[in-house]
């Protein structure tokens, strides 16, 4: 029985992000291995790997904010159009005013917080549904970028296109190309920029107070309230730390793509929260981790290159891949959690296999014993489910007899053995 | 939930009612700012369409026109609203899906010629089918997996238009049939254009399924409380795939209207961002975006006014891009508002400027 019941502690620790976080890294290696194997021309280079992460440098961050606020229990959706304004009040500046590449810098970081602040102090103070205030962000950062200047345009300022074309080398790695010279594998600025963002976010969220609040609130609310964490002013944070990611993100896709549009980061709303779920943060909040979002992001990223490297590359398929996977992922991560429910309390509404266990073990065991078999531990003390019980006791009755009879003696001989 | 039984008894009743004031009050607004600003805006002409048919023109019937396909969504948007207390934001990809669909079975495999080569029933019927099939995925999702509504529709939301161009193989295939171009166009003879009857037919359907069927109080009392209504019978599951299988043929419905408008489809461009839009009217209406309580007709005068909205922006020379900040705007003013903080804080501001001693001796 002491071995059933460490079993199952093992399996509740299963439902951590943890453990989704390296089902995505097995994902990706297998899919890298697999890359490699069937297209062995491209993914053989380090640099495949490196551009992986040249394109996908904004996106990593964007999808580093969305972790933190769907962490804390929010969701922001206007990441991806409050990048594309980035874009387009930098490029207007840096062109058209003749601004600075500093100021730009400044200009992008200020927009992205201006969002988080708006956004984070209407659904912290406000009580409003994150969804909608960033929804209705979305479309205003969107329609914004457009009223700023219409037509897309690439900037010519010599200054920045100097820093944006810096290519830093990274040493060792490399592929000899045609004429047998060595050529080092090279990342962009924008690299750098996400690992170090990467890397403060994991610090603040893994050993800050602040971040430990981020899980408690997201994890249940109530509690985090009777534990004495300023649950408003937690959640005010993540939406500014998110507009504040945002900016930056916005800047290195500016950086990385070298014009201002208001087709930039299209969808990069939803691929951020894709990485980020893909990666094992909860959607309900409360779990997830920086590593996973990085490496849900590359998972990401790497399937649409298979997918345009098997010759797929119509725009739908890139489309449809993106959302199979996400439905994949959240199919996997509701069913672990439906299983960790099912663990603490058998009787929560959708759990019907513990129920059906727990029902049907009691009648002839008795119902501490038929908590141990089945694996749960039952809240006696709750008057509702109490009620609740009684009826799906009921329920159950008629529609399984049959079914019952056969496993019945099988439980039985497991409690006497 | 009394208030809309009584609703329900009395049909005139509802006009009576207070979330009734919301839509309307913003209509009012909009109707004055128009007669201001320029009082042509409400001029209605008969003039002669390309057919040589006698029909009405105006701003006023183009609102009407315009705003139907938005109004049979809201029907669709108050329900999953009011049962899951999210939104469903794949609308605007679903329709592209059901366009496709539609103009799928319509050109056969003859997708230049312009001839239809099956029946437009038929191809309706495959449209609502597809429909309703992507709403039970995403009510598949949302009640059985128990994803927050809206992160389950985003998937249809990502993929959706790139379904709606698989379908077809990413051609744009092209009818020229009167029969068809009729559905969003004009009859022969009647001088209002059909959307606006198209959007009429629905309205009564969702009346008769409100008014004769307990539909309604099912979705208010699981949008309330799911436990309570499991415990009194009522599975929450299959409310919730039942609304989001509803939201699916409202936009099949306006699939068929918009495709037929168009007389083609642009699988990246039509219906874009009209799922905001349908979340607008329903928070136009005020019902609570949370779900629960839902009052039918004042999301559907809330489309309207959104359609008000639209064209009166589009008078004013706001490009079709730069629209969507003025409606964002608009909604966050509206959540604002309807926000319980803030209205709790302005009855008491009210309640305190109306009645200043009784405030003093509450605080």
Not at chain 1, 136 to 157: D, L, S
Not at chain 1, 399 to 411: A, C, D, E, K, R
Not at chain 2, 24 to 43: K, Q, S
Request: glycine fraction near 10%.
């Amino acid at each position: 029985m002491k071995i059933k019941r460490i079993h199952k502690k093992r399996f509740c620790d299963l439902s951590d992000s943890t453990v989704l976080t390296m089902i995505t890294a097995a994902v990706f290696v297998i899919l890298y291995v697999f890359a490699m194997i069937v297209f062995q021309k491209g993914f053989l280079k380090p640099q495949t790997f490196f551009n992986l992460l040249n394109a996908n440098a904004a996106l990593m961050i964007l999808s580093c904010g969305m972790t933190v606020v769907m962490v804390a229990g929010g969701i922001d959706i206007s990441v991806g159009g409050v990048s594309a304004l980035v874009t387009m009040c930098c490029a207007v500046f840096i062109d058209h005013h003749g601004g600075s590449f500093t100021g730009a810098a400044l200009l992008a970081l200020g927009i992205g917080l201006a969002f988080g602040l708006v956004q984070g102090f209407l659904v912290a103070y406000l009580e409003i549904q994150p969804f909608i205030i960033t929804l209705a962000g979305m479309f205003f950062a969107r329609g914004m970028t457009t009223i700023v200047c219409e037509a897309p345009f690439n900037v010519q300022n010599e200054d920045f296109v100097r820093i944006r074309e810096t290519r830093i080398n990274v040493p060792f790695l490399g592929s000899v190309n045609k004429n047998g010279i060595f050529i080092n594998a090279y990342i962009e600025i924008g690299v750098i920029v996400a690992l170090l963002t990467a890397a403060a976010l994991f610090f603040l969220l893994k050993w800050t107070r602040t971040g430990r609040a981020f899980y408690a609130v997201g994890g249940n609310r109530q509690s985090a309230l009777m534990l004495g964490i300023n649950v408003k002013q937690t959640v005010f944070l993540s939406h500014l730390i998110c507009g504040l990611l945002a900016g930056i993100g916005g800047f290195v896709y500016f950086m990385h793509v070298g014009s201002g549009s208001a087709a930039n980061a299209a969808g990069a709303e939803m691929n951020a929260i894709a990485s980020a779920i893909i990666g094992g943060t909860n959607l309900m909040g409360g779990a997830g981790n920086i590593i996973g979002t990085l490496l849900g992001t590359l998972t990401l990223a790497l399937m649409q290159n298979i997918v345009s490297s098997a010759g797929l590359d119509q725009a739908w398929w890139t489309g449809i891949t993106i959302a199979v996977m996400l439905c994949i992922f959240l199919i996997v991560q509701s069913v672990l959690i439906a299983a960790v429910i099912l663990h603490r309390n058998p009787l929560t509404y959708g759990s019907m296999p513990a129920e059906f266990l727990y029902n049907l073990t009691k009648k002839s065991v008795g119902a501490s014993s038929a908590q141990v078999l089945c694996g749960v531990a039952l809240h006696e003390k709750s008057p509702p489910d109490r009620v609740h019980r009684q009826i799906i006791v009921y329920r159950i009755r008629g529609q399984t007899l049959f079914m019952g009879s056969i496993i019945y003696p099988v439980f039985c001989f497991f409690l006497s053995s | 939930m009394m208030a809309q039984d009584r609703s329900k008894r009395n049909f005139l009743s509802f006009f009576s009612g207070k979330q009734f004031l919301i839509p309307l009050a913003a209509l009012l607004a909009l109707v004055i700012f128009n007669l201001i600003a320029d009082p042509e805006f409400f001029r209605v002409t008969l003039g002669r369409n390309s057919a040589g048919d006698p029909v009405l023109a105006g701003n006023l019937i183009s609102i009407l026109d315009n705003g139907s396909e938005l109004a049979i969504l809201a029907i669709g948007m108050t329900l999953v609203t009011a049962a899951s207390g999210g939104q469903d934001i794949s609308a605007g990809a679903v329709i592209a899906i059901c366009g496709s669909a539609l103009l799928r079975v319509l050109c056969g495999s003859d997708l230049t010629s312009g001839q239809i080569q099956s029946p437009i029933i038929v191809a309706f019927l495959v449209c609502c089918l597809v429909g309703m099939l992507c709403g039970a995925f995403n009510g598949a999702l949302v009640a059985f997996f128990r994803i927050q509504p809206m992160v389950a529709t985003l998937i249809l939301f990502t993929a959706g238009r790139s379904i709606a161009a698989w379908i077809n193989n990413n051609e744009l295939p092209m009818v020229a049939d009167s029969t068809f171009a009729s559905f969003g166009g004009y009859i022969k003879g009647v001088p209002m254009p059909t959307p606006f009857f198209i959007a009429l037919i629905c309205f009564a359907a969702v009346w008769a399924l409100l008014r004769f069927t307990s539909l309604g109080l099912y979705v208010q009392s699981v949008g309330i409380s799911e436990k309570t209504s499991r415990l009194n019978g009522l599975d929450p599951r299959i409310v919730k795939v039942g609304v989001f299988v509803i939201m699916g043929l409202c936009c099949a419905v306006a699939a068929l209207i918009k495709v037929s408008r168009l007389k083609t489809i642009n699988y990246s461009i039509i219906a874009k961002d009209i799922e905001m839009d349908a979340i607008l009217a329903v928070a136009l209406g005020g019902n609570p975006l949370s779900g629960g309580k839902f009052r039918m007709s004042s999301s559907i005068l809330g489309a309207y006014v959104i359609q008000f909205l639209t064209t009166t922006l589009y008078k004013f020379d706001v490009q079709s891009d730069a629209l969507s900040a003025y409606k964002a705007a608009a909604v966050i003013i509206l959540v604002v508002l309807s926000s319980p903080v803030v209205r709790e804080k302005l009855m008491k501001l009210l309640r305190s400027l109306s009645e200043p001693e009784t405030a003093g001796k509450q605080v």
